[in-house]
């Protein structure tokens, strides 16, 4: 049952296709709470993997979100200056796109679209899932929490034993996440026990 309209806003998804399942979930609960969602799909996320066909999880976005994928430059570059959303949850995010927006790259989808978005103040809310979250990408997390306007959902390591580097986001508060960016606070981001 959807409730009050909130608002638009953009939902990215990058190429952590074991994660996919789980973000598709939690944009889902955003749009039963009110939120019409723009996708957005990294060039990454729309390969063939064992976890589905990049069309496959193209269509499920667009039949959850019922508006068509923005998968180009050209689509996601207006965003922000014609004002179409007012955040960006990207989730799942990967390492290479949490490298990328810790460089200021924007030769993605997802990382023009934040850079959009953050031109004129919107929060980017990021839904981290990465093997070496504890590795490679810790350092890249900790630049972008140096940063204005970008907010964490909460993460915890997935597996520590068999992938001790690893980090995902506890989807589940990914909409309480994005509540929280919207009035300018950070939940706290790292859980403290294993229950992602």
């Not at 939120?35 to 990294?42: A, D, H, Q, R, T």
């Not at 998968?71 to 989730?91: C, F, N, R």
């Not at 810790?102 to 953050?118: E, N, Q, R």
Request: aromatic residues 8%; glycine residues 8%; proline residues 6%.
């Amino acid at each position: 049952m959807r409730t009050q309209k909130k608002g638009r806003i953009a939902f990215a998804v990058c190429g952590s296709f074991c994660t996919l399942e789980a973000a598709l979930a939690a944009a889902q609960q955003l749009t039963e709470q009110g939120w019409e969602l723009l996708p957005i799909m990294s060039f990454a996320a729309k390969q063939d993997t064992r976890f589905g066909t990049g069309q496959f999880w193209q269509e499920r976005l667009k039949a959850l979100t019922s508006h068509a994928v923005l998968d180009t430059l050209q689509a996601v570059e207006p965003l922000g200056p014609k004002k179409l959303a007012s955040a960006l949850v990207i989730a799942p995010c990967t390492g290479a796109t949490l490298a990328r927006l810790a460089a200021g790259i924007s030769d993605t989808p997802v990382t023009l679209a934040a850079k959009s978005l953050l031109r004129v103040g919107c929060p980017v809310v990021v839904g981290v899932s990465t093997n070496d979250g504890l590795g490679a990408s810790w350092e890249n997390m900790a630049r972008l929490y140096q940063r204005k306007h970008y907010y964490f959902v909460p993460y915890g390591q997935d597996d520590p034993i068999h992938k001790p580097n690893s980090l995902k986001a506890d989807f589940a508060r990914l909409p309480a996440a994005l509540d929280a960016a919207l009035a300018g606070r950070q939940l706290q981001p790292v859980l403290l026990q294993n229950n992602v």
